[in-house]
């Protein structure tokens, strides 16, 4: 079968992979869409370390082939849409509704490939970039098929990611007031979080000013170039600041721009061994730096949230979905992600 690997050098798309049956409490899955993450091309430009040989993605949704034994929650052709949490369901920290804390979901690749004769790993427990994958019965989530898959697809890491920031981690609250720095994959979906939070003030900024109209359309309530105009529209600071980018300067600024008791979320992935400085006595008025890991999702919980909340037209999704490219078509659309050309470009089987 298609999928596209990594090897440590270059990225190739193969036609010689396989992948095993699924195990008890896990669900083999056939993708029909998986959406282009900056997480991906973070591991090829080893901004995120992963070991290789690898198949890469791990946001995209298709149809149950199989299932293993004791999987009761999907059957056989149900439509699904994959989360990257492979957490064990039964720790202190699943148990108290945190399942991006399960430390069995963090940093155990498995290796249900193969190439040949050699094993070959799975990236966020997913590796959705295949043409089938199996994942644990944890991370399939039933979802309408009146849902277009390209569409469903995107759920499973930017919407959680973005949305949940908002709704779980933040928990922005009606009349607050927001900054997004960063209006990519993520930060299209932080903007309409807080839309759907109810937040009075929502400003984008982005160095690139094509991308206001979509800004807007996904709630934004002001448009900036840079976060220097920021205090003409929030002149005491904003409630709330998203790092979407994945820059040290940026967390600085994100920082900087809080108003008393402010919060600033820090989405974007710099390079692992990336510090950020700020002036500690900026804090002291209650403001706070959170880490947010996967948007603080409940993945069966959200997953199913989101895709209803889509269903009634208040989520976006289809209007996320820039670019569509056959698998083979990769090249271009790692292009496209990488020149910032496009929201999300999604790959097909």
């Keep these: 079968m298609r999928g596209v690997v990594f090897d440590g050098k270059?990225?190739?798309v193969v036609d010689d992979l396989a992948v095993r049956e699924p195990g008890p409490g896990e669900v083999l899955v056939t993708i029909a869409a998986a959406g282009l993450c900056h997480s991906d091309l973070s591991v090829v430009d080893g901004t995120i370390p992963f070991p290789v040989p690898v198949v890469l993605g791990h946001e995209g949704a298709g149809v149950v082939e199989a299932v293993g034994a004791g999987v009761t929650h999907v059957a056989p052709g149900d439509h699904v849409a994959l989360s990257t949490l492979a957490n064990c369901g039964t720790c202190a920290e699943c148990d108290r509704g945190r399942p991006t804390m399960c430390r069995q979901a963090i940093g155990r690749p498995g290796k249900p490939f193969t190439r040949g004769t050699d094993l070959v790993h799975q990236f966020a427990s997913n590796s959705a970039f295949a043409e089938r994958t199996v994942v644990k019965a944890v991370q399939a989530v039933r979802i309408p098929k009146d849902i277009p898959l390209e569409s469903a697809a995107l759920i499973g890491c930017g919407v959680l990611t973005g949305v949940g920031a908002v709704l779980n981690r933040a928990r922005v609250d009606r009349g607050d007031s927001v900054v997004v720095i960063g209006t990519g994959g993520?930060?299209?979906?932080?903007l309409q979080g807080a839309r759907l939070a109810g937040a009075l003030r929502i400003v984008a900024v982005d160095a690139?000013?094509?991308k206001e109209e979509m800004a807007r359309q996904f709630g934004a309530t002001d448009f900036l170039t840079s976060t220097k105009g920021v205090k003409d529209i929030l002149p005491t600071g904003t409630d709330h600041a998203f790092e979407c980018v994945g820059r040290v300067e940026l967390i600085r600024q994100a920082i900087d721009l809080l108003d008393r008791h402010g919060q600033a979320v820090l989405l974007g992935v710099p390079p692992?061994?990336?510090?950020?400085s700020f002036r500690v006595s900026s804090l002291y008025l209650d403001k706070s730096v959170l880490?947010?890991?996967y948007g603080s999702s409940r993945p069966q919980r959200d997953i199913a949230l989101?895709?209803?909340l889509y269903r009634q037209g208040r989520l976006l999704l289809d209007e996320l979905v820039t670019a569509v490219h056959p698998v083979e078509d990769f090249a271009k659309a790692?292009?496209?992600a990488e020149a910032g050309?496009?929201?999300r470009a999604v790959l097909t089987f």
């Design 291 to 293: 880490g947010c890991r």
């Design 208 to 210: 690139n000013p094509a």
């Design 186 to 190: 993520i930060g299209l979906n932080v």
């Design 341 to 343: 050309r496009v929201a």
């Design 10 to 12: 270059q990225v190739q």
């Design 272 to 276: 692992a061994t990336a510090e950020a």
């Design 306 to 308: 989101y895709a209803e």
């Design 334 to 336: 790692r292009a496209d």
